[in-house]
C-alpha cells in the first residue's frame, strides 16, 4: 500500500524557518517524482516545489525561489523541504505527492499524502 505521510509543519514568524518531511511507504516510490503543493483557505491547491527521482533536478514556483530547498534521500525514503525567510503568504496545508516524471501540474501525480499545516504569523 502506497502511502505519503508529511510532518514538520507548525506555526512559525514570518522570517523564521521550518523543515517538512515526506515519508513514502513503497519502496517503489523511489522511482517517482515527487512534488509538494499547498493550498490557502479558499484558494487552488498550488505547486510549491518539485524533485526528480535521482534527485538531481528541482523546479520551484517563483514565489518560493531562493527561498525554499526540495531534497530527497531515496535510501530513507524521504523528500524534504526546507522553507527559510517563511513569509505570512506561506500560511497554507502542504502537501507532498508522486508522481511518474516531475511537473507542475496537479493533475500529473499519482500518490497524495493528507497534508500539514503551516502559519506563519506577522
Known amino acids: 500500500q502506497v502511502q505519503l505521510v508529511e510532518s514538520g509543519g507548525g506555526l512559525v514568524q514570518a522570517g523564521g524557518s521550518l523543515r517538512l518531511s515526506c515519508a513514502f511507504s513503497?519502496?517503489?516510490?523511489?522511482?517517482?517524482?515527487m512534488g509538494w503543493f499547498r493550498q490557502a483557505p479558499g484558494k487552488e491547491r498550488e505547486f510549491v516545489a518539485a524533485?526528480?527521482?535521482?534527485?538531481?533536478?528541482?523546479w520551484y514556483a517563483d514565489s518560493v525561489k531562493g527561498r525554499f530547498a526540495l531534497s530527497r534521500d531515496n535510501a530513507k525514503n524521504t523528500v524534504d523541504l526546507q522553507m527559510n525567510n517563511l513569509k505570512p503568504e506561506d500560511t497554507a496545508v502542504y502537501y507532498c505527492a508522486a508522481a511518474l516524471a516531475p511537473s507542475r501540474g496537479i493533475r500529473d501525480y499519482d500518490y497524495w499524502g493528507q497534508g500539514t499545516q503551516v502559519t506563519v504569523s506577522s
Open positions: 513503497a519502496r517503489t516510490l523511489s522511482s517517482y517524482s
Open positions: 524533485i526528480n527521482w535521482r534527485g538531481t533536478d528541482t
